[in-house]
Nanobody, 116 residues
């Protein structure tokens, strides 16, 4: 069972920045994909950003140009740098990782609130 531990959420003013971290309990070198989803109250969970096995990245249209996903294989960690945050970015952010032949795992989530 893979454990994913998120950190870095919190309260930030509009226009501010946060960096989320997701540390896996084992190597992420051979993952199929690893990234972040988010879920706002009353809405479905949606993809925010992910990085795949060949280091290609995918972003939701709503965060392109503002968020950057990166990975550090040596630390088994994926990061999400979030800049120019907007109130509509407020949500619980979930880390997820898909391993070959083992399926997808989820973290417990971290709250991000953008408010003045």
């Amino acid at each position: 069972q893979v454990q994913l531990v998120e950190s870095g959420g919190g309260l930030v003013q509009p226009g501010g920045s946060l960096r989320l971290s997701c540390a896996a309990s084992e190597s992420i070198f051979n993952i199929n994909a690893m990234g972040w989803y988010r879920q706002a109250p009353g809405k479905e969970r949606e993809l925010v950003a992910e990085v795949t096995s060949n280091d290609s990245t995918n972003y939701a249209d709503s965060v392109k140009g503002r968020f950057t996903i990166s990975r550090d294989n040596a630390k088994n960690t994926v990061y999400l740098q979030m800049n120019s945050l907007k109130p509509e970015d407020t949500a619980v952010y979930y880390c997820t990782a898909a391993f070959p032949r083992r399926g997808r795992y989820w973290g417990q989530g971290t709250q991000v609130t953008v408010s003045s």
